[in-house]
Every structure is written in structure tokens, then in C-alpha cells.
């Protein structure tokens, strides 16, 4: 089985502070893990993905998640928030030796105030 | 490429009618996948293809509900017939090879009203 959890449904935060949205998984075996981005009346967007390899993963618009194996977290980071990433942002995970697609999360809206 | 595309882009229905959905997915993939966010439920994974071929319609919530995938640049999702319950955002996604390492692209979603 593989599922994934996003434990904050809203997180605020000033513009220029750092930013954080929180992902856990769970999976039998190794995951692949996404985010992806909605802006309101739009589909999602992919921002980034943790395949292997190095566990700080750099995606676009300047946002970054780092994979932790023994804690089952792939956070979502930006060190200088801008009200343009206000947005829903939905971590993914796939169990790589499991036949099933992705398993979103239920979403983090994130408002950047001004 | 304009990405994938959906059709309409909003819905407004009676209870009890067909309703039609259709996606074009980016040139060249070969992965389709149907989702449905709702917001008691998230999104959820209705059906995927795999080369114009379901491979796992689990998702699928009722028999009103079916996809079809005719050739490898067209899908339709029709629900006949419509209930209020079916009122959502859904979208269509494409992706290149699966393995899981590859991204999904989204369409921007058709949002059905049935009234």
C-alpha cells in the first residue's frame, strides 16, 4: 500500500520569510515523490520530483525539497517567499516496485501576505 | 506543444443527462490518466491508459461512469447518467513512460456542475 499525508491544510507565511509545507509518505518498498502546484481555476503543475541520488532535490521557481529515508518526509522549502507562490501545493508518492500510479496528498494552501 | 488539452471547460447539467468530457493528450505520450477533485475528497485516479489501452479502471466510482481512448491523441469521459453527487473538477493528465519516474502533465480540468 502506498499513501501520503499532508498534516497542514493552510500555511501562512510573511513574503521574504522562509517557507516550509510538510509531506510524509508511506510505501512498502523505495518511493518516487512529487509536488506539484494548482493556482485557482488551473490544472496542477509539476514542481519537482525525488528519484535517487542526492536527497536535496531543486525544482522550479526556486523551490526545493529535501527526501529523508528514515523519517519519511519530503518537505517542501523556499528560503524567500513571494505572494505569486500562493497557491494548493500536493505532494505525490509511487512505491517504484509497485505496479499503482500516484497517490496525491490532500493538499496545502499556502498564502504568502504581504 | 499547447500541453493537454480539455473540452469544455465548464459543464452545467440536469440530472440524468450524459455528460461528455474530452481530453488531447501531449504528442507522443503514452500514459492518460482521468482525475476528479472534489473537495470532501481530494483528487482521485478514476482510469489510465497505457498506449489507448485501460490498464486500471478501479478508480471508476459507478457503472455511469466510462472511458474510452480511441487512437493515441484523443479520450472522452462520459457519465450517463448524471447526478448531482458527480459535480467536480476533472482533469485529464499525460505523461511519457511510467516506472513512476516521469511527471504528469495536467489540462486545466473541466468543472461539472450537475444541477
Known amino acids: 500500500a502506498q499513501s501520503v499525508a499532508q498534516p497542514e491544510d493552510q500555511v501562512n507565511v510573511a513574503e521574504g520569510n522562509p517557507l516550509t509545507v510538510k509531506c510524509t509518505y508511506s510505501?512498502?518498498?523505495?518511493?518516487?515523490l512529487f509536488w506539484y502546484v494548482q493556482y485557482p481555476n488551473r490544472g496542477l503543475q509539476f514542481l519537482l520530483k525525488?528519484?535517487?541520488?542526492?536527497?536535496l532535490v531543486k525544482g522550479s521557481y526556486g523551490f526545493e525539497a529535501e527526501f529523508n529515508k528514515s523519517q519519511t518526509s519530503f518537505h517542501l522549502k523556499k528560503p524567500s517567499a513571494l505572494v505569486s507562490d500562493s497557491a494548493l501545493y500536493f505532494c505525490?508518492?509511487?512505491?517504484?516496485?509497485?505496479?499503482?500510479?500516484?497517490?496525491f496528498g490532500s493538499g496545502t494552501q499556502l498564502t504568502v501576505l504581504p | 506543444d499547447a500541453g493537454v488539452i480539455q473540452s469544455p471547460r465548464h459543464e452545467v447539467t440536469e440530472m440524468g443527462q450524459e455528460v461528455t468530457l474530452r481530453c488531447k493528450p501531449i504528442?507522443?505520450?503514452?500514459?492518460l490518466f482521468w482525475y476528479r477533485q472534489t473537495m470532501m475528497r481530494g483528487l482521485e485516479l478514476l482510469i489510465y491508459?497505457?498506449?489507448?489501452?485501460?490498464?486500471?479502471d478501479s478508480g471508476m466510482p459507478e457503472d455511469r461512469f466510462s472511458a474510452k481512448m480511441p487512437n493515441a491523441s484523443f479520450s472522452t469521459l462520459k457519465i450517463q447518467p448524471s447526478e448531482p453527487r458527480d459535480s467536480a473538477v476533472y482533469f485529464c493528465?499525460?505523461?511519457?513512460?511510467?516506472?513512476?519516474?516521469?511527471?504528469?502533465?495536467f489540462g486545466q480540468g473541466t468543472r461539472l456542475t450537475v444541477v
Open positions: 510505501v512498502s518498498g523505495n518511493p518516487y
Open positions: 525525488y528519484i535517487t541520488g542526492d536527497n
Open positions: 491508459f497505457n498506449n489507448n489501452v485501460p490498464i486500471d
Open positions: 493528465a499525460s505523461s511519457l513512460g511510467s516506472g513512476g519516474r516521469t511527471e504528469a502533465f
Open positions: 505525490a508518492v509511487r512505491d517504484r516496485d509497485s505496479a499503482r500510479q500516484l497517490t
Open positions: 504528442s507522443g505520450h503514452d500514459y
